[in-house]
């Protein structure tokens, strides 16, 4: 008897254990949407401050680059997922006339700078105190990317967690 429960317990974990196995195999990547922004066509809104690592940033100091500004909070769980791909983007387009910036967005900057700290992020933060910026771009939550163009216009922007392979998509587009 005592037998039979330990196989059946046994044959129940394994079962557990393929079917979870096959989801994570199978699910989809998380990847953020492209929305229709109304500032997509036009002038970017300045972007100027205090970088984390000390410097200053400033949008019209990159006219003539690709600009890249992503919006993150240290408590936002895609702005973790989508970092590494962030950190993989700005090392891979760095040489290549594209610059990113992130912007704290309703964060401490004692959390903000822990968060890059901990990824070990290879390009400018800034902080918005006052939600600035933020509003200017029109966000409401975390992580929000805008794509700038080389002359200072908004292309695109992507709700949620971006992934490399998007970002060097849009990037292709405007290159185009």
């Given at each position: 008897?005592?037998?039979?429960?330990?196989?059946?317990?046994?044959?129940?974990?394994?079962?557990?254990?393929?079917?979870?196995?096959?989801?994570?195999?199978?699910?989809?990547?998380?990847?953020?949407?492209?929305?229709?922004?109304?500032?997509?066509?036009?002038?970017?809104?300045?972007?100027?401050?205090?970088?984390?690592?000390?410097?200053?940033?400033?949008?019209?100091?990159?006219?003539?680059?690709?600009?890249?500004?992503?919006?993150?909070?240290?408590?936002?769980?895609?702005?973790?997922?989508e970092e590494p791909n962030l950190i993989t983007f700005a090392w891979q387009q760095h040489?290549?006339?594209?610059?990113?910036?992130?912007?704290?967005?309703n964060d401490t900057v004692g959390a903000a700078k822990a968060f890059d700290a901990y990824y070990h992020t290879l390009y400018p933060a800034i902080d918005d105190p006052n939600g600035t910026i933020a509003f200017h771009y029109g966000v409401t939550a975390p992580p929000s990317t805008f794509v700038i163009d080389t002359h200072g216009r908004v292309v695109a922007e992507l709700i949620g967690p971006v992934s490399t392979a998007q970002l060097n998509n849009v990037v292709a587009r405007v290159r185009a």
């Amino acid at each position: 008897m005592r037998r039979r429960v330990v196989l059946a317990i046994s044959l129940a974990v394994l079962v557990a254990i393929v079917g979870l196995s096959i989801l994570l195999v199978t699910r989809q990547p998380v990847s953020a949407t492209i929305v229709q922004n109304p500032l997509v066509g036009n002038a970017a809104p300045e972007i100027s401050g205090a970088q984390f690592g000390g410097g200053t940033f400033s949008l019209k100091a990159d006219r003539g680059k690709i600009v890249v500004v992503n919006f993150f909070a240290s408590w936002c769980g895609p702005c973790q997922v989508e970092e590494p791909n962030l950190i993989t983007f700005a090392w891979q387009q760095h040489l290549k006339g594209v610059a990113v910036v992130g912007v704290v967005f309703n964060d401490t900057v004692g959390a903000a700078k822990a968060f890059d700290a901990y990824y070990h992020t290879l390009y400018p933060a800034i902080d918005d105190p006052n939600g600035t910026i933020a509003f200017h771009y029109g966000v409401t939550a975390p992580p929000s990317t805008f794509v700038i163009d080389t002359h200072g216009r908004v292309v695109a922007e992507l709700i949620g967690p971006v992934s490399t392979a998007q970002l060097n998509n849009v990037v292709a587009r405007v290159r185009a």
